[in-house]
T-cell receptor
Framework: RKEVEQDPGPFNVPEGATVAFNCTYS??????FFWYRQDCRKEPKLLMS???SGNEDGRFTAQLNRASQYISLLIRDSKLSDSATYLC????????????FGGGTRVLVKP | EAQVTQNPRYLITVTGKKLTVTCSQN?????MSWYRQDPGLGLRQIYY???????DKGDVPEGYKVSRKEKRNFPLILESPSPNQTSLYFC?????????????FGQGTRLTVV
């Protein structure tokens, strides 16, 4: 079983709609959680960190459920520019501050 | 501008011909790492370095070497490249101290070994 798992998609989303997807992680010792965005084989860029209480950044909302070991990302009022692959990332200090990546969820926003 | 710079961006080489991919960061980060990205497998860590002269294996270190003689540079060396090392490679850096810090990535190196 992969340490971080994501639905690869694609999620086809009409412009203006809301889309949400999850990521599960297997190691309960994981300490920090992130969503990164990657455009078409370019470098990943941090979208947002995920905090225990949940957090919001504009149209993006991230949630963490430690009991069930998953994090989620919700995108409201989707824009064409939101089309990308969203990478779920977990960090464990005990593992040398290692970032472990999920395979990514592809989102396609269509007019 | 804060950045991680990789070179070359694209490289086609032949099996067995040694090559080096350079990585340099200007943010004074202690932690640097190399990843490869393959379809269906996501990003996998090759090697990482917690500081100068400190390196360690990641998940897929076979066939690769690294060095960290200076804080800003972390080159990836393929002594004898093989076709299964054809991949998209990313270098990343971040502050070492906290687990909740952003990793910055280079623009990637697309390597083809024929």
């Amino acid at each position: 079983r992969k340490e971080v798992e994501q639905d690869p998609g694609p999620f086809n989303v009409p412009e203006g709609a809301t889309v949400a997807f999850n990521c599960t992680y297997s190691n309960s010792a994981s300490q920090s959680f992130f969503w990164y965005r990657q455009d078409c084989r370019k470098e990943p860029k941090l979208l947002m960190s995920v905090y225990s209480s949940g957090n919001e950044d504009g149209r993006f909302t991230a949630q963490l459920n430690r009991a069930s070991q998953y994090i989620s990302l919700l995108i409201r009022d989707s824009k064409l520019s939101d089309s990308a692959t969203y990478l779920c990332v977990v960090n464990r200090v005990a593992a040398g501050n290692k970032l472990t990546f999920g395979g990514g969820t592809r989102v396609l926003v269509k007019p | 501008e804060a950045q991680v710079t990789q070179n070359p961006r694209y490289l086609i080489t032949v099996t067995g011909k040694k090559l080096t991919v350079t990585c340099s960061q200007n943010m004074n980060h202690e932690y640097m790492s190399w990843y490869r990205q393959d379809p269906g497998l996501g990003l996998r860590q090759i090697y990482y370095s917690m500081n100068v002269e400190v390196t360690d294996k990641g998940d897929v270190p076979e066939g690769y070497k690294v060095s960290r003689k200076e804080k800003r540079n972390f080159p990836l060396i393929l002594e004898s490249p093989s076709p299964n090392q054809t991949s998209l490679y990313f270098c990343a850096s971040k502050v070492r101290g906290s687990s909740n810090t952003e990793a910055f990535f280079g623009q990637g190196t697309r390597l083809t070994v024929v």
